[in-house]
């Protein structure tokens, strides 16, 4: 990377781990710390406040990526992380579960996600943008990683509410972020068209990969509709939940150094196809799981998941950005926002109704069945071509000449 792609990657990393670690904060402990607010002994509206986020900015991911190409990005972001700053704040101070909802909705009205990618594939070539995304899954992971072992530890102090609070004062820290270290969007000329939604509608590719996410984070946040339960079955305390967290995600981290040497040899497609497989793998794993729960086992499922999960966040939003077209990348990384968004919403309220109805075991079911699906979809998939780096290039022409 260059100096400015490696400082482009890092201050957008910052702002998406800081704005997820608001987020990451609460998702240990929702389920657990909501059922003591007025209406919090409905599974089902626990989990609609939990996955209502996804909702709301799932409708408005496309107007704003929409929006970041016609207005700029760095505006589009700040208005954003300010309307998400507000919405934490409502649920900041909610006296019920309801208003965790709209509080949880008017979060996640600040849809930036996609301009916010949308201005890293801006700012970084493709031939190293997969490892820029790398490094905003990481930063991401390592932010859930700690608020796994923060959250039991801070709710026990500050209450819900107080996590509410450090949320929304760490998306205002993210707007000073946007304007102050993040360097200056690339000037787009007047006479290119931006923003156009058909372009993306009609490709293919680019739906598969939509269809993907949506998947991946329904799965993912339906699942901490039943995995904190299984914990505490399998005997180990809530406060003590992290000690299986941590060491599962930074091991998920370490195992995924072999993906950037593989895209590089040409096994993308094959890498993206596996990571599938193992997610899948494992909600078969929690659906046997459930019926006895086994901490060892629970821990093992957890690793396996986040290797695949990891990888997959890695790749899917690189391959959106090498996909699309360049005049209407902040489309399409608004579709696939708003896939993701959705997603969570589905985890969330459809997560907890199987919760409530179905038990653990069903969740799981349906979670792998989920993953199948996609995993056959995606079989078609045929990964971009990979650039040739500025050194391979040189040596071509030397070569020819």
Excluded at 280 to 306: C, E, H, I, K, N
Aim: aromatic share 10%.
């Amino acid at each position: 990377m260059t100096a400015a792609e490696r400082r482009a990657s890092g201050s957008l990393a910052i702002i998406f781990a800081a704005r997820m670690l608001g987020l990451f904060l609460v998702l240990p402990v929702f389920a657990l710390e909501a059922a003591r607010y007025p209406g919090g002994n409905d599974a089902a509206l626990v989990g609609m406040a939990m996955g209502i986020y996804g909702l709301t900015q799932g409708i408005l991911q496309i107007p704003y990526g929409l929006a970041s190409d016609r207005y700029g990005r760095k505006r589009v972001i700040a208005l954003g992380l300010l309307v998400f700053a507000a919405g934490s704040f409502v649920a900041a101070a909610a006296p019920s579960v309801w208003w965790l909802v709209a509080g949880r909705s008017l979060q996640g009205a600040g849809a930036v996600s996609a301009a916010v990618t949308a201005l890293l594939a801006d700012q970084t070539r493709d031939v190293v943008r997969t490892k820029a995304m790398a490094l905003v899954g990481a930063s991401i992971g390592l932010m859930f990683a700690v608020s796994l072992v923060a959250a039991p530890m801070l709710v026990e102090v500050i209450g819900l509410h107080g996590l509410f609070t450090i949320t929304g004062l760490l998306a205002l820290g993210c707007i000073a972020v946007v304007f102050w270290w993040t360097p200056p969007a690339p000037v787009q000329h007047a006479n290119v068209p931006r923003g156009r939604l058909a372009d993306v509608l009609a490709h293919g590719p680019l739906l598969r990969l939509d269809v993907g996410v949506f998947v991946l984070h329904a799965v993912q946040l339906a699942m901490w509709m039943a995995v904190p339960a299984l914990l505490v079955q399998a005997g180990l305390d809530k406060d003590r939940h992290w000690q299986v967290y941590l060491p599962t995600v930074v091991a998920s981290f370490v195992a995924m150094g072999a993906v950037f040497a593989l895209e590089r040899r040409g096994y993308l497609r094959a890498v993206f196809l596996a990571a599938i497989g193992i997610v899948l793998l494992a909600q078969l794993g929690f659906l046997l799981a459930a019926r006895a729960p086994s901490l060892p086992v629970l821990t093992a499922l957890l690793f396996f998941f986040f290797c695949g999960f990891n990888v997959l966040e890695a790749t899917q939003p690189s391959l959106v950005s090498r996909l699309a077209p360049p005049a209407a990348r902040g489309a399409a990384l608004g579709v696939y926002n708003t896939l993701q968004s959705l997603g969570f919403f589905a985890g969330g309220a459809v997560g907890g109704w199987l919760a409530k109805n179905v038990g653990s075991a069903g969740l799981f079911g349906a979670a792998a069945l989920m993953m199948l699906v996609w995993l056959l979809a995606a079989w078609h998939m045929r990964a971009p071509q990979t650039p040739k780096t500025a050194e391979e290039v040189l040596a071509d022409e030397a070569e020819a000449g």
